[in-house]
T-cell receptor, first 110, second 115 residues
């Protein structure tokens, strides 16, 4: 099956710092989503981005489908950004089921 | 965006009992729903695909007789953990694609603790 690798696995930032999270995937994908899982477990959709670049406030994402990677940028980080960030891709023949990476655990300190 | 709910949000049960978890699409119909499981500090793993009006399909290694899935209507899928054991303690999350939308929508999850 498709492999989804995220880096770094853990990240500690001071409030105000910027960061880049990376997601590599091993095959062509129909769908790629970035999620933030909050401390209560809720998955929050950040971006649907199978290709191209999108921005939403302090967050932006870029997917280069031909090179099979996606990047999530967090600028001016805040303590509320803490949590786990997952990249998930749709396996083309599975009818929308998502294959998740192992996540990046982010801690933003005051 | 679309809304998917789960009930209960958390449940504690004794070993050997069965627990039913509901997943509802509140503002759209879903012919397909997905069930994922997440152990502490791990990623989400797909367990099964729930299909309205037909049998669920299970991922390799997931016991279909232990994790019963019923997709009774276009807005409801249920996951029943039968004869639960402590190793079944986990966070169970459902998701559903919405027609015309390319992204998936996830429920808030159900935390199961088996004593």
């Amino acid at each position: 099956g498709i492999q989804v690798e995220q880096s770094p696995p853990d990240l500690i930032l001071q409030e105000g710092a910027n960061s880049t999270l990376r997601c590599n995937f091993s095959d062509s994908v129909n769908n790629l989503q970035w999620f933030h899982q909050n401390p209560w477990g809720q998955l929050i959709n950040l971006f649907y981005i199978p290709s191209g670049t999108k921005q939403n406030g302090r967050l932006s994402a870029t997917t280069v489908a031909t090179e099979r990677y996606s990047l999530l940028y967090i600028s001016s980080s805040q303590t509320t950004d803490s949590g786990v960030y997952f990249c998930a891709v749709e396996v083309s023949n599975s009818g929308y089921a998502l294959n998740f990476g192992k996540g990046t655990s982010l801690l933003v300190t005051p | 965006g679309a809304v998917v709910s789960q009930h209960p949000s958390w449940v504690i049960c004794k070993s050997g009992t069965s627990v039913k978890i509901e997943c509802r699409s509140l503002d759209f119909q879903a012919t397909t729903m997905f069930w994922y499981r997440q152990f502490p500090k791990q990623s989400l793993m797909l367990m099964a695909t729930s299909n309205e009006g037909s049998k669920a399909t299970y991922e390799q290694g997931v016991e279909k007789d232990k994790f019963l899935i019923n997709h009774a209507s276009l807005t409801l899928s249920t996951l029943t953990v039968t004869s639960a054991h402590p190793e079944d303690s986990s966070f169970y999350i459902c998701s559903a694609p919405k027609a015309g939308e390319t992204q998936q929508f996830f429920g808030p999850g159900t935390r199961l603790t088996v004593l």
